[in-house]
C-alpha cells in the first residue's frame, strides 16, 4: 500500500488550523494508521494510533480522523513547539509503509 | 524508564557489512514486537524490517536478502546485521517498539535516538 501525503507543505502561523491529509493506494484497516511528528535531528513521536486515539501525553489539540483511503491529521491551533514533519503510517501484509511527510512550517 | 539506545553505526565502503545493535531498558525485547526504521539524509522514513514476539521476522524488499534482524534476549538486545551494503542504505536507523492495543501491534511507541550509517568509498 502506497500512502500519498498532502499538501508536501504547509505554511501557517500560530494560532492557526492546521489539516493535513494522508491518502491510501488501497483501503487501510482502521486500527492500522498512525501519524507522527519529527522535529529536526530527533526521532519520529508517534501522535495518533489507529485512527484517532491520542498516544499517551499527546494534548487533545491534535485529532485524527478518516477511513478507508482517506485519513486526516488536524492541530485545532497551532503552538511553537508543533512546526516540524508529519508522517502518517499504516501496516497490512506483514509490512509497515510511511508517507513523504508532510512539513508545517512558520509563514 | 523505558528507553532504545542504538549503536554501530559507521563509514563503510560499498560491499562492507555491518551489525547495528539496541539494547532496551525498562521493557524486556523478546515478549515485544521490535523494528528498524532507517531515514536517508533529508528523506523520509523507511521501514526496513521487523521481529515479532513469536519469532517471526519480516523485511522490506529493499534490503531482504542482504539485512538480518534478531534478538539477543539474555542481553536484551535487537540486532540489524547488515551485509552487501550500497550507497543507497547510507541512512539514520532507529529502533522503535510496538504498541500493542487488545493484542495488535498498532503502531511504534518507544524510538532510539538513531544511529548513522554512511555507505561511502
Known amino acids: 500500500i502506497v500512502l500519498t501525503q498532502s499538501p508536501g507543505t504547509l505554511s501557517l502561523s500560530p494560532g492557526e488550523r492546521a489539516t493535513l491529509s494522508c491518502r491510501a493506494s488501497?483501503?487501510?484497516?482502521?486500527?492500522?494508521l498512525a501519524w507522527y511528528q519529527q522535529k529536526p535531528g530527533q526521532a519520529p513521536r508517534l501522535l495518533i494510533y489507529?485512527?484517532?486515539s491520542r498516544a499517551t501525553g499527546i494534548p487533545d489539540r491534535f485529532s485524527g480522523s478518516g477511513s478507508g483511503t482517506d485519513f486526516t491529521l488536524t492541530i485545532s491551533r497551532l503552538e511553537p513547539e508543533d512546526f516540524a514533519v508529519y508522517y502518517c503510517?499504516?501496516?497490512?501484509?506483514?509490512?509497515?509503509?510511511f508517507g513523504q511527510g508532510t512539513k508545517v512550517e512558520i509563514k | 524508564e523505558v528507553q532504545l539506545v542504538e549503536s554501530g553505526g559507521d563509514l563503510v565502503p560499498p560491499g562492507g557489512s555491518l551489525r547495528l545493535s539496541c539494547a532496551a531498558s525498562?521493557?524486556?525485547?523478546?515478549?515485544?514486537?521490535m523494528t528498524w526504521v532507517r531515514q536517508a539524509p533529508g528523506k523520509g522514513l523507511e521501514w526496513v524490517s521487523v521481529?515479532?514476539?513469536?519469532?517471526?521476522?519480516y523485511y522490506a524488499d529493499s534490503v531482504r536478502g542482504r539485512f538480518t534482524i534478531s534478538r539477543d534476549n539474555s542481553k536484551n538486545t535487537l540486532h540489524l546485521q547488515m551485509n552487501s551494503l550500497i550507497t543507497e542504505d547510507t541512512a539514520v536507523y532507529y529502533c522503535?517498539?510496538?504498541?500493542?492495543?487488545?493484542?495488535?501491534?498498532?503502531?511504534?511507541?518507544?524510538w532510539g535516538q538513531g544511529t548513522m550509517v554512511t555507505v561511502s568509498s
Open positions: 522503535a517498539r510496538a504498541l500493542v492495543v487488545r493484542g495488535v501491534e498498532v503502531a511504534f511507541d518507544i
Open positions: 525498562g521493557f524486556t525485547v523478546s515478549t515485544s514486537y
Open positions: 521481529f515479532y514476539r513469536s519469532g517471526a521476522t
Open positions: 488501497q483501503s487501510v484497516a482502521s486500527s492500522m
Open positions: 489507529g485512527v484517532s
Open positions: 503510517q499504516q501496516y497490512g501484509s506483514t509490512l509497515w509503509t
